[in-house]
């Protein structure tokens, strides 16, 4: 069911499956990836679920296709453990896929970099501030299903 | 509560809305009225830090800036604020983690370190610049203002040191002024705790920053994100997650678009790849991805 629900309130409004592995050739433990979609671009693409991550990153590509990728604006380098990447935040719409209810739209703020980066081997991250700050999750592990939800 | 009483102690140098005196080597004094309360600024800059302290502290860069007067309460736009206050040499003071920026609000004889919820960071600043002063940083501010209220709170009790070292002057030989900026590029110490991923503490700070046009772009960048859901929803991918288990090896470095377990292209951007989707024209649109 895409409902869960917690002491009588609606917790979720979407549920989707999500792909643990991107790659079985990578010699990566498992990650969460789930299926998002931003605004421009029809076609679905999977994003790194990492709470850990202070900012979500966009593709630059992706960025470029959607016309979010500007030479212009503020920018900031972001610093991370492998170093620092430059690139710029941008405001977008993007949406959690729903497989059963509804899809989750997020107005989030997402990170585009200057230059293609994949840090640890992932291109799209969805993180903490800017988008999953307002978003309720569950995880099933079993069954590879993720419930969302906003407030 | 702002800052009061200084001007007694100082003299002359608290009249007015707004003046500057600095000595020779770059300190400035400076005194503006917000809301009739005066607060004196400086009177014991970088370069008498460095002599009173006898540090040797090479990179001291000193940028002085004027802020407007709003609110009744000391708020960042009030206050003098010295930028980028370098302190990386052997014995120098550590430049705090956390910190709006490397930003000190200087503000008669006390390093202010201001706000957004740093305030033990702040505090224990204060407690090595003051620690390695001598005489003492001079201090008579009961009560902070703002958030900037925190550190005193977190120093124990009110700073009062060096009743002394206001008679004796710290009141510095004034002379050329380092640089005085009409406006503050307050937006730039919050694209500062942006990149050091301290957004709370931005956000915090942003509060404080006037509804102008300036502000209006990091205002946006930084606003909680909102939510909605959408008549509409995906398909199962299942299939696509298989394919892409399945195929992994096979397409290093590319972009594929997978719909249920068919590829229907292959590029090595993005951009190629959907110039090959649009003239297929799927009936629905497939799942992309870039391979590892």
């Known amino acids: ?151 | 509560m702002p800052v009061q009483g200084m001007s007694e102690q100082l003299g002359s140098w608290a009249t007015g809305s707004s003046r500057e005196q600095s000595d020779r080597d770059g300190d400035v004094s400076s005194s503006h009225a917000v809301r009739g309360t005066t607060f004196v600024t400086g009177g014991l800059g970088p370069q008498s830090l460095l002599r009173s302290a006898a540090v040797p502290v090479p990179a001291w860069s000193v940028e002085l800036r004027v802020y407007s007067a709003s609110g009744s309460a000391l708020r960042a736009e009030d206050s003098f604020v010295i930028d980028d206050l370098r302190t990386d040499g052997p014995r120098g003071y550590e430049r705090p983690v956390g910190l709006a920026g490397q930003t000190v609000i200087y503000d008669s004889n006390l390093f202010l370190i201001p706000f957004a919820g740093q305030a033990e960071t702040g505090a224990e600043l204060f407690r090595r610049l003051r620690a390695r002063i001598e005489p003492p940083i001079v201090a008579n501010v009961q009560v902070g203002f703002g958030t900037g209220g925190e550190l005193f709170r977190c120093l124990a009790g009110p700073v009062r040191v060096a009743e002394s070292a206001v008679a004796a002057g710290t009141q510095i030989e004034p002379t050329g002024v380092v640089g005085l900026q009409p406006r503050p590029p307050l937006a730039s110490f919050v694209w500062d705790l942006v990149s050091r991923q301290q957004v709370k503490a931005a956000r915090e700070l942003l509060t404080h920053l006037p509804d102008e046009s300036e502000y209006e772009r990091i205002k946006v960048l930084l606003r909680l994100p909102t939510t909605s859901t959408a008549a509409q929803r995906d398909r199962d991918r299942t299939a696509e997650y298989a394919w892409l288990r399945e195929h992994a090896g096979e397409y290093s470095g590319q972009w594929v678009a997978v719909s249920g377990d068919v590829l229907l292209a292959a590029a090595k951007s993005l951009r190629e790849l959907r110039r090959h989707l649009r003239a297929a024209s799927p009936v629905s649109p497939p799942l992309v991805h870039f391979m590892e």
Do not use: C
């Open chain 1, 1 to 151: 069911m895409s409902m869960l629900r917690l002491d009588d309130q609606n917790f979720s409004s979407g549920r989707a499956g999500f792909q643990d592995a991107s790659s079985p050739y990578s010699g990566r433990s498992a990650r969460v990836l789930v299926k998002v979609a931003v605004e421009g671009m029809d076609e679905p693409f999977l994003a790194l679920l990492d709470t850990a991550a202070e900012y979500s990153v966009l593709d630059r590509e992706i960025a470029t296709e959607v016309g979010l990728a500007s030479s212009e604006g503020d920018r900031i380098t972001l610093s991370h453990r492998g170093g620092s990447t430059p690139g710029q935040l941008v405001r977008t719409t993007m949406r959690m896929l729903a497989d059963e209810g509804e899809d989750l739209v997020v107005e989030a703020t997402v990170f585009v970099p200057d230059h293609n980066w994949a840090p640890t081997g992932y291109r799209n991250f969805i993180g903490y501030i800017g988008f999953l700050e307002r978003v309720k999750l569950g995880l099933d592990p079993q069954e590879n299903h993720v419930y969302f939800g906003g407030y």
